[in-house]
């Protein structure tokens, strides 16, 4: 299984080759993803919520270098969950699961920590649309970012934040900036009340 997470482009082999065009702006880098989930998962047996999953990447990435976690991801293209569920499948891996569904359907409480890497951006900026199969407008970003942030808002103290290329508009007052990496592109996010 190792041979898979040797590099990003061997990675990208789980996935049918017409998926690869995106993978380099839209799939979490291998060392970004180990270290959001070392992040994350500081405590044993917590459940992490990547926000907008797309191919699943972040989430089996993570899940094979932090195994006493659980990684969920959610994502509204059913052609993306089903390459995530394949992967995941020839990974072999048992803590990691997909969900199609709007980030709207999702419930917050169910989950400890998230990972953001900025899944609404494509709703501003037409030349980061992963395909023309949804709606998009500058109304839906807000409403997305405008969601993530009130449920994070209603999360303990305590709950961890990782994201990454975020414009921080998902993110509350009460999550605190405790470290980044890689040029500010990756920071992590504590909330403290």
């Given at each position: 299984m190792n041979q898979w997470f040797a590099s990003d482009?061997?990675?990208q082999l789980l996935y049918p080759e017409a998926?690869?065009?995106?993978?380099?702006?839209?799939?979490?880098?291998?060392?970004?993803?180990?270290?959001?989930?070392?992040?994350?998962?500081?405590?044993?047996?917590?459940?992490?919520l990547?926000?907008?999953?797309?191919?699943g990447k972040f989430c089996l990435a993570a899940a094979h270098y932090q195994s006493n976690a659980f990684f969920y991801g959610i994502e509204q293209?059913?052609?993306?969950?089903?390459?995530?569920?394949?992967?995941?499948?020839?990974?072999?891996?048992?803590n990691v699961s997909f969900m199609h569904a709007n980030i709207t359907e999702a419930d917050f409480r169910k989950y400890d920590h998230f990972y953001f890497f900025n899944s609404f951006y494509e709703n501003l900026d037409s030349g980061y649309r992963i395909d023309e199969n949804i709606r998009y407008s500058k109304e839906l970003y807000s409403t997305y970012n405008r969601f993530v942030y009130k449920q994070l808002e209603k999360k303990t103290g305590g709950t961890r934040l990782a994201t990454f290329h975020s414009m921080?508009?998902?993110?509350?007052?009460?999550?605190?900036?405790?470290?980044?990496?890689?040029d500010g592109l990756l920071k992590f996010w504590i909330k403290v009340y």
């Open positions: 482009l061997q990675f998926s690869h065009a995106q993978a380099s702006m839209h799939w979490t880098p291998l060392h970004i993803a180990r270290k959001a989930a070392e992040f994350l998962a500081a405590e044993k047996n917590v459940k992490i990547d926000i907008g999953s797309g191919a293209r059913a052609e993306l969950v089903t390459y995530a569920e394949a992967a995941a499948d020839t990974l072999g891996l048992q921080e508009d998902e993110i509350p007052t009460s999550f605190y900036e405790v470290a980044s990496t890689d």
